[in-house]
């Protein structure tokens, strides 16, 4: 199974930005389609932005797009997700992990083991 761990994440003001990172502790990283998701408090868990294997193909979120950016690089295992313009609906706990497919319109599956994830606050 594919362990991560995400890091990143903070108190930052509305219009603020942060740039979270995941590091993926498997040798065949590159193997890999990945995602970040998002559990703002009372709702549910949701895919807001995943990755391809070349780091080519992205996918977001309509709720994120043109705010977030993700990236990966896989000589380091790790994941990113720059976040700018961040609103108070931003407000979550953030984890990252495979998926199982990416194209620009949709991202689908989850993971099967989840790391602790990385809270981000955004106070307007």
């Known amino acids: 199974q594919v362990q991560v761990a995400e890091s990143g994440g903070g108190l930052v003001q509305a219009g603020g930005s942060l740039r979270l990172s995941c590091t993926v502790s498997e040798s065949t990283f590159d193997d890999h389609l990945m995602g970040w998701f998002r559990q703002a408090p009372g709702k549910e868990r949701e895919g807001i932005s995943c990755?391809?294997?070349?780091?080519?193909?992205?996918y977001y979120a309509g709720s994120v797009k043109g705010r977030f950016t993700i990236s990966r690089d896989n000589a380091k295992n790790a994941l990113y997700l720059q976040m700018n313009s961040l609103k108070p609906e931003d407000t979550g706990m953030y984890y990252c992990?495979?998926?199982?497919?990416?194209?620009?319109?949709?991202?689908?599956?989850?993971?099967?083991?989840w790391g602790q994830g990385t809270q981000v606050i955004v106070s307007s």
């Open positions: 992990g495979t998926v199982l497919t990416v194209s620009s319109r949709v991202c689908s599956g989850s993971p099967t083991n």
């Open positions: 990755i391809d294997w070349s780091g080519r193909i992205t």
